[in-house]
DNA sequence: GTTCATTTGTACGTATGTATA
DNA sequence: GTATACATACGTACAAATGAA
């Protein structure tokens, strides 16, 4: 059996020479000898100290950018960041299962596409600005070889790119990539509410349900940096059709 | 005002050659030009064609790779991942806005703490199997300053951790932070189902509230790295008392 | 099972662009 | 304006894994 500073010397033997500068600058920065907030060597002095090329430093900088310990700036230099910041532990990856919903294995039945002018009401269901006028475009949602749809959806988006409405009937994977792709924004921010309603009265007939049942409905926004809203969905279920599924996972260290 | 096409080219005539490499391979994976779990041309012959260096064509690759889009294997080639895997919210970082509320924002009055057999119905409305025994402790959850209950909470404990019930009581964070600490397991997953209902009608009086009301349903379930159940909280809301909110971000590399 | 061409990964060098101080 | 430092981009060479002959 090996002990752990043989395993990470046997370790090291076998990694990359790029690994092993950055599992050197880690140690570095985690034993205090780089004061968080200051400034790293250059890479040019790195590259000298270690060794090794500036192209094989930037590839071990790349590595510790990945994981949340240093940043750099071009022209100002590379920063040890704040452990309270990077700590890895503090955000924890999801995978959400239910985003995977829009893809292949549900099928979007559109009845409706329309540039309409929002309602007080609609609007502060959407978090939007009533009086505006946006894209809607709306129908039922079917899981693959079901009969019964499980919801409702309506997707919101800014009236001057009502010319990608064409594109989303045919579209496989989610309709907010297509935004990106099409306006040239980045969509950097995703705000999900979920809350549970009884049956919108309109709906309950497409649907196919009883006024009984409970809805549970998700709002999705879709922002760009600058704050700029892409694209507002608004999914109505009925409840013993849909639950939202998500799964948190903690980042394992490498 | 620029139209579409002259931002969406404004923008790339400003990006980066791999960035626009990059952009221009997106585009054609999103229009199914490249079948899905298929290869990508090489990175020598991408080099040929968009007339770059493969240093280029390796840095438009690695945004792909990043964003889940594609996978490379070394002596292999590189992938088209499936669209059900990629959409990039792979790897996004949330702030779990909800998860604070069990913090400093409520509190929580204890009504039962008891070691109960699960029925059938609560069994299969916890994820866990009938006639175990768990923990259970019930009460309801305010808001710091209202009166009326935003919630009842049902937190289910192994048994045989069940000595921890005194110390929720004064407990201040996260319960399973607790759990934690006392079993010496570490909460590597956590599930979280969303669902709506009808307002069960056993708590009607306690949350005052009218059984016409719907309910949100939150369950989250904490496993250990072994997939061991340390916890599963239940929380129900009147519909008007509460939503879920939670905002994804897109990590930022740099 | 071995050999061999292919393909990505690693590592080096050099030059220029661009933001910062 | 000038010097500095990271970002981008070109080139080359070899290593290591893959898959087919």
Known sequence: MLNDSDKQAQKQQKASLYAKVADALRHEINE?????????DTEAELARRFQVSRHTVREALRLLRDDGLVSSRRGSGTRVMSPLVNARDSHQVMSINDLVMFSGDTTFAIETSEV?????????????????EWLQISGLRYRKGESLPMGWSSYYIPHEYAHIARLIHRATGPVFVLMEDFTGYKVTEVQQKISASAMPRH???????????????VRRTYLTEESKVLQVTLNIHPADRFQHAMTMRRVRKG
């Open 32 to 40: 205090g000898r780089h004061p968080v907030g200051g400034l790293l």
């Open 116 to 132: 309409v002018k929002l309602s007080q009401e609609s609007a502060s269901l959407l978090g939007l600005e009533a009086g505006q």
């Open 203 to 217: 709906l309950a007939e497409s649907l196919q349900t009883d006024l009984s049942v409970a809805a549970l409905m």
